[in-house]
């Protein structure tokens, strides 16, 4: 089996990285984890990656006031490592417009809510702060705004009466752990078509059931 070659960007602990790395190591899983980048030199995620084998790279961010800069050595070490899909996983810098469209289509992102609501940072805090009923992650093609982008997997959470941002946090990166992972896959099998902005999943079916809530206690 020829494997989709995937790097991942992290900038933190990279809880998702590891997520993906994983599923990668799984029989059959038709992607593997060929380069681990991170902008931050303290960034725990980079000694995990060193403990899996993993080959990492360090781009300091702080060493490039520029951001073309930092992109252009960011595609240089993409390039030659032969990357075929990027995976942000808790990258915290904005990427360019020039390397977004030159990577159109082969850059993804995970966000902490049902895009295209609560974009942006402090996530948890606003969807509590809204009262509403459920969030989740979204999975996305990455555009040069911010957050934007075609979706490929979503996975929504109820928010329970009383939540904290620790509570919601943790429901929604189960959540994200399962479905990074499926959105992997489904690309790497080459089941994944853009299609006039719009993901289009071959073979795949929508959940006929909704999710209620609250429901009454029985």
């Known amino acids: 089996m020829v494997k989709l070659k995937a790097a991942i960007l992290i900038s933190g602990r990279g ?29 725990s995620g ?3 990656a060193k403990e899996a084998g993993l080959t990492s790279h360090v781009i300091d961010q702080k060493g490039f006031p520029k951001r073309a800069e930092f992109d252009a050595v960011l595609d240089s070490v993409l390039c030659d490592h032969k990357v075929e899909l990027v995976c942000l996983a808790g990258f915290m810098r904005i990427l360019s417009e020039e390397l977004v469209n030159k990577w159109r289509d082969r850059i993804i992102n995970i966000h902490p809510s049902l895009l295209p609501s609560f974009k942006g940072l402090n996530t948890h805090t606003r969807v509590l702060q809204s009262g509403v009923s ?8 990455v555009r040069p705004e911010m957050d934007d982008g075609p979706v490929i997997v979503q996975a929504a959470v109820p928010v329970h009466s009383g939540d904290t941002v620790e509570n919601l946090d943790a429901r929604v990166l189960a959540a994200e752990h399962r479905a990074y992972p499926l959105a992997l896959r489904l690309i790497a099998e080459g089941r994944v078509r853009v299609v006039e902005e719009t993901v289009k999943i071959d073979g795949a079916i929508a959940p006929a059931d909704a999710m209620l809530n609250p429901i009454e206690e029985s």
């Open 15 to 43: 809880s998702n990285m590891r997520a993906l790395v994983a599923a990668c190591n799984e029989p059959g899983f038709p992607a593997e984890v060929v380069l681990v980048i991170s902008n931050n030199p303290d960034s």
């Open 134 to 141: 459920f969030s989740g992650c979204t999975i996305h093609f």
């Open 46 to 48: 980079l000694e995990y």
